[in-house]
Nanobody
Framework: QVQLVESGGGLVQAGGSLRLSCAAS???????MGWFRQVPGKEREFVAT????????YYADSAKGRFTTSRDNAKNTVYLQMNMLKPEDTAVYYC???????????????????WGQGTQVTVSS
């Protein structure tokens, strides 16, 4: 089992930046670490994932060019740096771990095994 704890959410003005962190309770070196977000009443949405190393990162179209995910395996932590934030980025952001990562399924929430509690990101216009 893996416990995940997100932090770093908050209120920011449009155009601003936030960095989310997700600390895992054990080694995550070989796993995929994904970021998803959800707005009440809407489906959970894939944002980004990093598989094995920083060389294997993938982003939703809405995140490309603005968000960067990275991992520090020594700290069992992944990050989501979010720049040029827009009001439509407002959501609860979740990190998740996929113990058997696959490029074919990395954007699917049901491929991930454990989830954090979520952190609220609010972007004001």
């Amino acid at each position: 089992q893996v416990q995940l704890v997100e932090s770093g959410g908050g209120l920011v003005q449009a155009g601003g930046s936030l960095r989310l962190s997700c600390a895992a309770s054990r080694r995550i070196t070989t796993y995929a670490m994904g970021w998803f977000r959800q707005v009440p009443g809407k489906e959970r949405e894939f944002v980004a994932t990093v598989i094995w190393s920083a060389a294997n990162t993938y982003y939703a179209d809405s995140a490309k060019g603005r968000f960067t995910t990275s991992r520090d395996n020594a700290k069992n932590t992944v990050y989501l740096q979010m720049n040029m934030l827009k009001p439509e980025d407002t959501a609860v952001y979740y990190c998740a771990v996929d113990l058997a990562p696959s490029i074919a399924t990395m954007m699917r929430g049901d491929a991930y095994d454990y989830w954090g509690q979520g952190t609220q990101v609010t972007v004001s216009s």
